[in-house]
């Protein structure tokens, strides 16, 4: 028969083994979250990637760094300055990344976003651009070729057919739907998908890969279902969603355009407004008001972050 005052000891003196782990393995996790935040004041990782990882796993050394760790470790914030910024979106001092509450984030997202792009940009060399059917994605990025030219615009494969203006290898590459399947089956896209249940939309991986190998920024233009594939598959990308001025501007320019039928219109205007919702997935929010002025603010996500 055991003795009560012997197991009690045993739970209350662990064996020297694990003991030794448990160091060991808090020392693993304090060099682990060290060398995120190493990594985030070297610029080898954009504050908002740390962000996302954070909130994706909890208990990953981002999600495990103290929000106040995590805000010094970003050049250019300070003690002081990062104490500001945690009384503004009410999170306390012994709060960490991973614990935040949903408000907490959308607002630690938003704040820093709006300060990342404030301080030169994201320094991320890979850009998604995405939005609601109709915002003018096509127009901006259409902006931002004719008056931006070290900012490399990757070109879509689609299978529908081209509107009238369109140009094959500059606005898309127009293939039929068996060299769709055979790019996909090849692993040749970045990322694809079928878009308002009609035609399939790819991006091709090579272009992109020897762009950025290269030291250039590459701008993508494409649907919200690409833009989370890219998220999965290119953590470090930076996604920014376009938005529409208001509900009734969206709705005229998908009108106005013409290039739908009128059962097309509407069903188009349904995805919208799923669509819509997907913003708090984006890392950035940009308003297309003015297509010139929408472009800059996107092609300033392109520069490399000032120290």
Do not use: C
């Not at 190493?38 to 929000?67: Q, T, W, Y």
């Not at 249940?197 to 649907?223: F, K, Q």
């Not at 603010?297 to 490399?304: E, G, I, S, Y």
């Amino acid at each position: 028969m055991s003795d009560p005052q012997s197991a009690v000891a045993s739970r209350s003196n662990p064996p020297e083994v694990d003991r030794v782990a448990a160091s060991r393995a808090a020392v693993a996790a304090r060099r682990a979250r060290a060398a995120v935040k190493a990594e985030i004041a070297g610029g080898m990782r954009s504050p908002l990637d740390v962000l996302r990882a954070a909130f994706e796993h909890p208990d990953s050394p981002e999600g495990r760094l103290r929000v106040t760790e995590f805000l010094t470790s970003i050049p250019a914030i300070g003690v002081t300055k990062a104490a500001r910024m945690m009384e503004q979106l009410d999170i306390a001092a012994s709060k960490r990344v991973g614990g935040l509450g949903r408000l907490q984030r959308r607002r630690m997202r938003e704040h820093l976003a709006a300060w990342v792009a404030a301080h030169g940009g994201t320094g991320d060399r890979l850009v998604v651009l995405a939005g609601p059917t109709a915002v003018g994605k096509g127009t901006v990025a259409a902006e931002i070729r004719a008056n931006h030219p070290d900012v490399l615009l990757s070109v879509s494969a689609t299978t529908r057919p081209p509107r009238p203006g369109e140009v094959e290898g500059e606005s898309y590459f127009f293939v039929d739907d068996a060299e769709f399947d055979r790019m996909v089956a090849a692993g040749e896209l970045l990322e694809w998908a079928t878009v308002h249940n009609a035609y399939r939309y790819g991006t091709p991986r090579g272009p992109v890969e020897e762009a950025i190998a290269a030291g250039h920024s590459v701008l993508l233009e494409i649907d919200i279902q690409g833009a989370r594939s890219v998220r999965r598959s290119w953590p470090d990308a930076t996604l920014v969603f376009l938005l529409p001025p208001s509900w009734d501007e969206l709705v005229r320019r998908l009108v106005g355009r013409g290039t739908e039928s009128p059962a097309e219109q509407q069903r188009r205007l349904e995805t919208a407004k799923t669509e819509l919702a997907a913003v708090d997935e984006f890392d950035h929010q940009v308003v297309n008001r003015d297509v010139a002025e929408a472009a800059q603010k996107v092609v300033d996500l392109t520069r490399p972050r000032r120290g």
